[in-house]
C-alpha cells in the first residue's frame, strides 16, 4: 500500500482588537504553553477548524480576565483593606454601582496593634458626602491613640466626640470659622503610651486623591492600639472631620484651616461635652475662612 500524501491549509484568522478597549498585558515570563512537535494523520482529515476555535477563546477568555479589572488591589489604592493585610478588595460606588468606588478604608479588628498610620499630601472630597475624614472606634473596642497629630490640612467642619484626650494642644497656626471646644476635665485619663512595635504594621498614603478615608474599627471587646496617627496635608474640598469613639494621649493641632461658611459666630470646629480631657491649650484663631 502506497504511502498517501496529505496536504491541508490553515484558515486564516484575524482578531478585531478595536473593541477590546485599554488593557495591559500580563507578564508573560512564566507562562508556558505546550505545542506539539509532530503531528501524525492516519487515513482522516484534521479538522483545523476546532483548534482555532480553542485558541480563539482561549484568547477572549484572556482579554476578558484582563479588562474585568480582577487584578489584587494593594494599599493604598482606593478599597476596602482587613488589617494587618494589604492586599484589599474594590469597593462598589453605592450611588454609581457601576463604577469603582474611591474610598479608601481601614477595617481594623479588635486587639490590633499598629505603629504608624500616616496620610500625608491627600486630597479628599466628593459632591453628596457628609463625611470626608472618618476615624470610629466603638463603644468596646477604642482607637486608642499615642500622638494623634493633625497638621496642614483644610476642612469644612470638625467634630470630636465620645473622645477622651489626655491633652489637647491647639496652636496658634490653627484658624477657625468658629470654634467651640467644650469638652469634660477630669484627673482620671491616663497619658498612653505604645511604645513597642514588636509585631506592629505601618500604613502610609501618600501623594493621593480619594473621596474619603474611613478608619473603622471592628466589633469586639478589645481596644485597637495606635503609636502614631498622622494627617499631614489632608485637604477636603467637602465633608466633615469626624472622630468617634477614640482615645489618644496627644491630640495636636497645628497649620489647619476649617470652616465652612465664613461665619465666626457659628462654630465649624467643636470638641463635645462627651470628649474629657486632663488639659487643654486653645490657641485657636477665628476668622472668616470658607473652604470650597
Given at each position: 500500500m502506497k504511502n498517501k500524501k496529505v496536504s491541508f491549509n490553515f484558515p486564516k484568522i484575524s482578531i478585531n482588537t478595536s473593541k477590546l478597549g485599554t488593557f495591559k498585558f500580563p507578564s508573560l515570563r512564566n507562562i508556558k504553553i505546550p505545542f506539539p512537535t509532530n503531528i501524525y494523520l492516519s487515513g482522516s482529515k484534521l479538522i483545523i477548524g476546532s483548534l482555532s476555535t480553542v485558541v480563539l477563546g482561549f484568547i477572549a477568555a484572556t482579554f476578558v480576565f484582563i479588562n474585568t479589572g480582577n487584578a489584587e488591589i494593594v494599599y493604598p489604592q482606593?478599597?476596602?483593606?482587613?488589617?494587618?493585610?494589604?492586599?484589599?478588595?474594590?469597593?462598589?460606588?453605592?450611588?454609581?454601582?457601576?463604577?469603582?468606588?474611591?474610598?479608601?478604608?481601614?477595617?481594623?479588628p479588635p486587639g490590633t496593634r499598629l505603629n504608624k498610620v500616616t496620610f500625608k499630601n491627600v486630597s479628599l472630597g466628593k459632591s453628596g458626602l457628609t463625611t470626608a475624614f472618618q476615624i470610629n472606634g466603638t463603644s468596646t473596642a477604642y482607637i486608642v491613640v499615642d500622638e494623634l497629630i493633625i497638621k496642614n490640612s483644610e476642612f469644612p467642619s470638625m467634630d470630636f466626640a465620645n473622645a477622651s484626650f489626655f491633652k489637647v494642644n491647639a496652636t496658634s497656626s490653627v484658624e477657625a470659622a468658629g470654634h467651640t471646644f467644650s469638652p469634660t476635665v477630669t484627673t482620671?485619663?491616663?497619658?498612653?503610651?505604645?511604645?513597642?512595635?514588636?509585631?506592629?504594621?505601618?500604613?502610609?498614603?501618600?501623594?493621593?486623591?480619594?473621596?474619603?478615608?474611613?478608619?473603622?474599627?471592628?466589633?469586639?471587646?478589645?481596644?485597637?492600639?495606635?503609636?502614631?496617627?498622622?494627617?499631614?496635608?489632608?485637604?477636603?474640598?467637602?465633608?466633615?472631620?469626624?472622630?468617634?469613639?477614640?482615645?489618644?494621649?496627644?491630640?495636636?493641632?497645628?497649620?489647619?484651616?476649617?470652616g465652612d461658611d465664613g461665619d465666626i459666630n457659628s462654630a465649624d470646629l467643636v470638641i463635645n461635652t462627651s470628649v474629657n480631657v486632663t488639659s487643654v491649650q486653645d490657641g485657636v484663631i477665628e476668622s472668616a475662612i470658607y473652604i470650597r
Open positions: 482606593p478599597g476596602q483593606y482587613i488589617v494587618p493585610s494589604k492586599v484589599g478588595q474594590a469597593l462598589i460606588d453605592p450611588e454609581f454601582p457601576a463604577d469603582r468606588s474611591q474610598t479608601l478604608q481601614l477595617n481594623i482620671t485619663l491616663s497619658d498612653f503610651t505604645i511604645g513597642s512595635v514588636r509585631g506592629a504594621a505601618d500604613y502610609v498614603a501618600e501623594d493621593m486623591v480619594v473621596d474619603r478615608i474611613i478608619i473603622q474599627a471592628s466589633a469586639g471587646g478589645a481596644d485597637i492600639l495606635i503609636s502614631q496617627l498622622v494627617l499631614d496635608g489632608v485637604k477636603a474640598s467637602v465633608g466633615n472631620f469626624d472622630l468617634d469613639y477614640a482615645k489618644a494621649g496627644l491630640l495636636e493641632l497645628s497649620g489647619l484651616r476649617v
